[in-house]
């Protein structure tokens, strides 16, 4: 009988049945990892082009999971192709104006955005990496809006010159009639001493948790020492102008379910959630004001004329009235105090003459609406304009790079 040679299986049914489940294994391997390269290729593959410069789709499904995770709704996917459009035209831009950032411009980017959410970038990378976003997503993020800032600047800049009128005009018009309201959570953390590291790592960690969607009431319960936490750390509706300064102006531009960043009164770190944002009415006499001057001419009703040729505003008036023997008595009353002719005038605008008992006279509005206490300074709202026109100017400025582009499917 011819033996088999060594090492050479039989020619078995089990063996037949062996190599055909070999052969189904590396039928569906070689299935998966065509299916991977063809997934990666795809996601690598070019889904809009901007002046011959791709997106891909990998930056895309990116872009639409960072705005989701900064809490962007609607339309994910227009959202996310509209920025990465812009994102094109600002960096063609800058190149073509030679503007440039440096690493470290793009890292204290990132730590300015990242330290929004009480975290450094570090942090936030992490963060967002746990949910599957790359670092360069954020960083391209970053460097796309700080570059296009300097774009703006370099274009613009000198071109906006905000004047004192104009300052005086927007602090005029800043009348309120509802004093705004806050429904706050909080949580409170010992920080006294040598506790004040370990509560901010614990503030940091929280932070970390609730980007990823942790309840604030939950850490609430779990971690807050304050007299609130039972309650799920919920404190009545309050006026902001009811809370401690820096209370107020951490929390007074969050929307209903956002969360502040830490902060340390004392010996206590406080972290707030915004859970209600509402108004109250206010009475006259809570804030509103105005600041006028009367100026009495004399008897020369044809004073009035040289004063509004001479006087800019109310502080220039002391020196003309002292030079020209005039007597100024300035006012500040409620909104509805003082002459009725003062509704019709703007900051640093005049009017008469008026007769009046001591004769002829003329008015000069000096400011009106909030206490001067609870208005932003002359240089916040001179800044405040300035921004408003460049931003402004940018919008129109990119609304006419994306006419003149060429943006087209591949």
Same mark, same amino acid.
């Given at each position: ?69 900064? *809490? ?6 227009? #959202? ?15 190149? =073509? ?13 990132? #730590?300015?955005?990242?330290?929004? @959410?009480?975290?450094?970038?570090? @942090? ?8 599957? %976003?790359?670092?360069?997503? +954020? ?22 010159? %905000? ?47 609730? /980007? ?21 750390? &919920? %404190? ?16 007074? *531009?969050?929307?209903? *379910?956002?969360?502040?960043?830490? /902060? ?11 859970? #209600?944002? !509402?108004? &109250? ?43 020209? *023997? ?42 009106? !609406? ?26 129109? +400025?990119? =609304? ?11």
């Amino acid at each position: 009988m011819r033996q088999q040679p060594m090492g050479m299986a039989r020619n078995t049914p089990v063996m037949h049945g062996l190599m055909s489940l070999l052969a189904a294994a590396f039928l569906v391997v070689t299935a998966q990892m065509a299916g991977a390269q063809a997934a990666t290729k795809a996601s690598f593959t070019p889904v809009k082009f901007v002046n011959n410069q791709a997106i891909t789709g990998f930056e895309l499904d990116q872009r639409m999971a960072f705005l989701e995770l900064l *809490g962007f709704s609607g339309d994910l996917r227009n #959202e996310a192709m509209t920025g990465l459009i812009d994102d094109r035209l600002r960096l063609a831009m800058a190149k =073509s104006m030679g503007l440039s950032l440096s690493s470290e411009d793009v890292m204290a980017g990132m #730590e300015e955005f990242a330290s929004r @959410g009480t975290l450094d970038a570090q @942090g936030f990378l992490k963060a967002i990496g746990e949910q599957g %976003i790359a670092p360069e997503t +954020f960083r391209d993020f970053v460097s796309a809006g700080l570059i296009w800032r300097r774009v703006i600047s370099a274009r613009f800049g000198d071109s906006v010159a %905000i004047s004192e009128a104009a300052v005086d005009r927007a602090l005029t018009n800043m009348i309120v009639t509802d004093a705004q309201t806050v429904t706050l959570a909080e949580i409170v953390l010992n920080a006294g001493g040598d506790r004040r590291n370990q509560a901010l790592a614990l503030a940091r960690n929280l932070q970390i948790d609730f /980007i990823k969607g942790r309840n604030f009431t939950d850490a609430v319960r779990a971690v807050s020492v304050g007299a609130t936490a039972g309650s799920g750390g &919920t %404190i009545a509706a309050k006026r902001l102008s009811e809370l401690p300064d820096d209370v107020a102006l951490l929390v007074r *531009g969050l929307a209903a *379910g956002q969360i502040s960043t830490p /902060i340390i009164l004392e010996d206590k770190l406080y972290m707030y959630q915004m859970v #209600e944002n !509402g108004s &109250t009415p206010v009475a006259e006499t809570d804030a509103q004001a105005v600041d006028y001057a009367e100026i009495t001419l004399n008897g020369d009703a044809s004073a009035v004329g040289d004063l509004r040729a001479n006087v800019d505003g109310c502080d220039d008036l002391y020196d003309y009235a002292s030079k020209n *023997g005039l007597t100024v008595t300035r006012n500040n009353r409620g909104q509805s105090g003082g002459p009725g002719v003062l509704q019709t005038l703007d900051a640093g605008e005049i009017a008469g003459p008026i007769n009046g008992a001591a004769g002829p006279t003329a008015v000069m509005l000096c400011a009106r !609406g909030i206490d001067p206490q609870q208005t932003a300074s002359r240089d916040e709202v001179k800044l405040l304009l300035k921004n408003q026109r460049l931003a402004a100017m940018s919008e129109v +400025f990119l =609304s006419e790079l994306r006419a003149d582009a060429l943006i087209s499917d591949p």
